[in-house]
């Protein structure tokens, strides 16, 4: 007998900021996370709801506990700002809490869920980590953690984001960490319910991650990443370079990535733990399996 | 910075022939690489460099260790696995041992910690995932390295010039791994050894960008072979890029392509190490003798 966990994946994007996206030929980010938990394991089947636009039926009661897990996407929102689109996502993530569902996120999804039960994000002020973010380390925390069961102590991953977590909520474990962002993981437990929160991105790959720095070069110009368009035109040719040639040792060398950036094992492997470690045993325990 | 004068002697650990073509690419000599990065965190340092791999005379005429405060073993392409019996590697093991026998501060990186391993009875080998070289990144801490002082002040992970084809795969009795990472187990270790105690580092934390980049220039041709580069254009362009940002270290558009970050670029973060082991174990030695 199959399990089939049903995954209700979030993608908090304004519409605006998705048809954005999509014009630069990346995925909309609930599409990426469909894809990957998929690709993890087939037998996950999924629904996505975009809890920005206006007047879309955010699940709730009920509705909400059917699901077996809660999968949050990345987001250009800012989660300090006083906004309808964030107040209705921050209402929500309570609402998972209250329904006892599994959550899982990155980036924006670390922020709402830590706001959601209590603690506190800013502008970090070493400001935009974009790219990869490098020598990502485990806490012991993290160490002894199920979604790390298997990780290295120190890893990269994809990253893009301008504010961090500053202050965990009571119930809440710092799981990893790196020198631009103190908090790059966090295990969340907030009315008995558990959400395991990433500041980076397991479900890009260095396609999605090319389309993502294109649709933001002006941005990374301003910023100093790049000194002009083409500098930025050459970069995201070089990520894609290596997405067509997966072999061209010699690009990743040349981006100083390794196995942690290119091997989807290694670097989904926080989502397959969430996945066979949280999700599935919280079905079985239930009599859901 | 630390306001002393200790007196260090620096060897050599490659053989002349070598320091030639290395200066022939525009390069510092190992043995020189050392003393200006101590110099650095030390200004007021007197240092003496011997061949060691040439010379018959394994010290500056008229000394012994007991002149010294620290004593360094460097660089070098020899390979001990492969090639033990050479005069000009049996030489420099003697000098380790030497250097152990007297219970000078010793440090050393790369072809310095192999020695050291050696002479004090452990074993290196080729390492199976071939040449690091560059940058060995993810360098990270062992708890015994988080709470060793050689790395106080130093974060617990971090990136450093490297270029080896060797590695130690077993290390002696007594020995302390401080630093691993995914390419080679033992970065840095404490080897204890007859009365001595040695302190080294699988990587180079003397080189500076510029000198990795004169590296790939000089290697452009085996890095080819080995799959680092598809042309030798891609390895000087990506040399030069180094070059810039070596030369304006404000360049945040080229640490972010290349990769790095102050680990490499502030000299202060990449000797961390070296700072600690002249402003202790030196620093001790030399006030016991004053």
Redesign the interface.
């Given at each position: 007998m199959s399990i089939n966990p049903k995954i209700l994946v979030v993608d908090g994007y304004v519409k605006a900021a998705r048809d954005e996206l999509v014009a630069g030929g990346a995925k909309k980010a609930g599409d990426q996370y469909v894809q990957m938990l998929i690709r993890i394991n087939p037998n996950v089947r999924c629904d996505i709801i975009y809890p920005s636009d206006p007047g879309v039926a955010i699940p709730s009661g009920i509705t909400l506990s059917d699901y077996d897990g809660v999968a949050w996407t990345g987001c250009s929102l800012t989660v300090f700002e006083d906004t309808p689109e964030v107040n209705t996502q921050i209402d929500f993530a309570r609402a998972c809490f209250d329904s006892g569902v599994p959550g899982f996120g990155s980036c924006w999804a670390a922020q709402i869920a830590v706001v959601a039960a209590g603690g506190i994000c800013r502008a970090n002020p070493n400001g935009r980590e974009?790219?990869?973010a490098?020598?990502i380390?485990l806490t012991n925390a993290g160490r002894g953690h199920d979604m790390y069961e298997g990780k290295?102590?120190?890893?990269?991953a994809y990253i893009s984001h301008v504010d961090e977590i500053t202050h965990i909520p009571a119930g809440s474990v710092v799981l990893s960490g790196?020198?631009f962002t103190s908090i790059q993981s966090v295990s969340v437990l907030y009315k008995g319910t558990p959400f395991w929160g990433l500041q980076y991105h397991p479900e890009y790959d260095l396609h999605e991650m090319a389309r993502l720095t294109w649709c933001r070069i002006d941005k990374l110009m301003a910023m100093?990443?790049?000194?002009d368009r083409q500098?930025g035109e050459d970069?995201v040719a070089l990520l894609e370079d290596l997405f067509q040639n997966q072999t061209?040792?010699?690009l990743a060398?040349?981006?100083?990535?390794?196995a942690d950036i290119l091997n989807e094992d290694v670097r989904r492997l926080e989502v397959r733990n969430w996945i066979n470690k949280l999700v599935i045993p919280t079905m079985l325990a239930k009599g859901k399996g | 910075m630390l306001n002393f004068a200790p007196r260090i002697l620096i060897a050599e650990g490659n053989t002349k022939e070598r320091c030639k073509e290395m200066q022939a690419i525009g390069n510092m000599i190992g043995s020189s690489a050392y003393a200006k990065s101590i110099k650095h965190v030390c200004p007021g340092v007197k240092v003496d460099v011997v061949f060691a791999a040439d010379d018959d005379v394994s010290l500056p005429r008229g000394t012994s260790f007991d002149d010294y405060d620290g004593f360094v073993l460097g660089g070098s392409a020899l390979n001990l696995p492969t090639d033990v019996g050479n005069i000009k590697i049996t030489r420099q093991i003697d000098l380790a041992r030497a250097a152990f026998k007297s219970k000078i501060p010793f440090l050393g990186s790369c072809w310095g910690l192999q020695v050291a391993t050696y002479a004090a009875g452990g074993i290196v080998g080729v390492n199976p995932r071939g040449r690091e070289v560059g940058i060995a990144r993810k360098i990270s801490l062992t708890n015994s390295g988080l709470a060793s002082s050689y790395y106080e002040g130093k974060s617990a992970v971090f990136d450093s010039p490297a270029i080896h084809f060797d590695e130690v795969t077993h290390l002696p009795a007594g020995s302390v791994v401080l630093a691993e990472n995914s390419h080679t187990s033992v970065q840095a270790a404490i080897i204890r050894h007859d009365g001595g105690t040695f302190w080294g580092m699988q990587y180079h934390p003397e080189f500076d960008l510029a000198h990795i980049s004169n590296l790939i220039k000089a290697y452009a041709k085996p890095m080819i072979a080995d799959g680092f580069y598809a042309t030798e254009q891609d390895a000087l362009s990506h040399a030069s890029q180094m070059d810039l940002l070596f030369k304006d270290t404000q360049r945040d558009d080229l640490a972010w392509l290349l990769g790095v970050d102050r680990d490499i670029l502030d000299p202060d973060v990449r000797l961390r190490e070296v700072a600690n082991w002249v402003d202790q174990p030196v620093l001790l030695h030399h006030l016991a003798k004053h």
């Open positions: 974009m790219g990869f490098r020598k380390a290295s102590s120190v890893f990269d790196n020198a100093g990443f790049i000194n500098a970069y061209r040792t010699d060398w040349r981006l100083g990535i390794d | -």
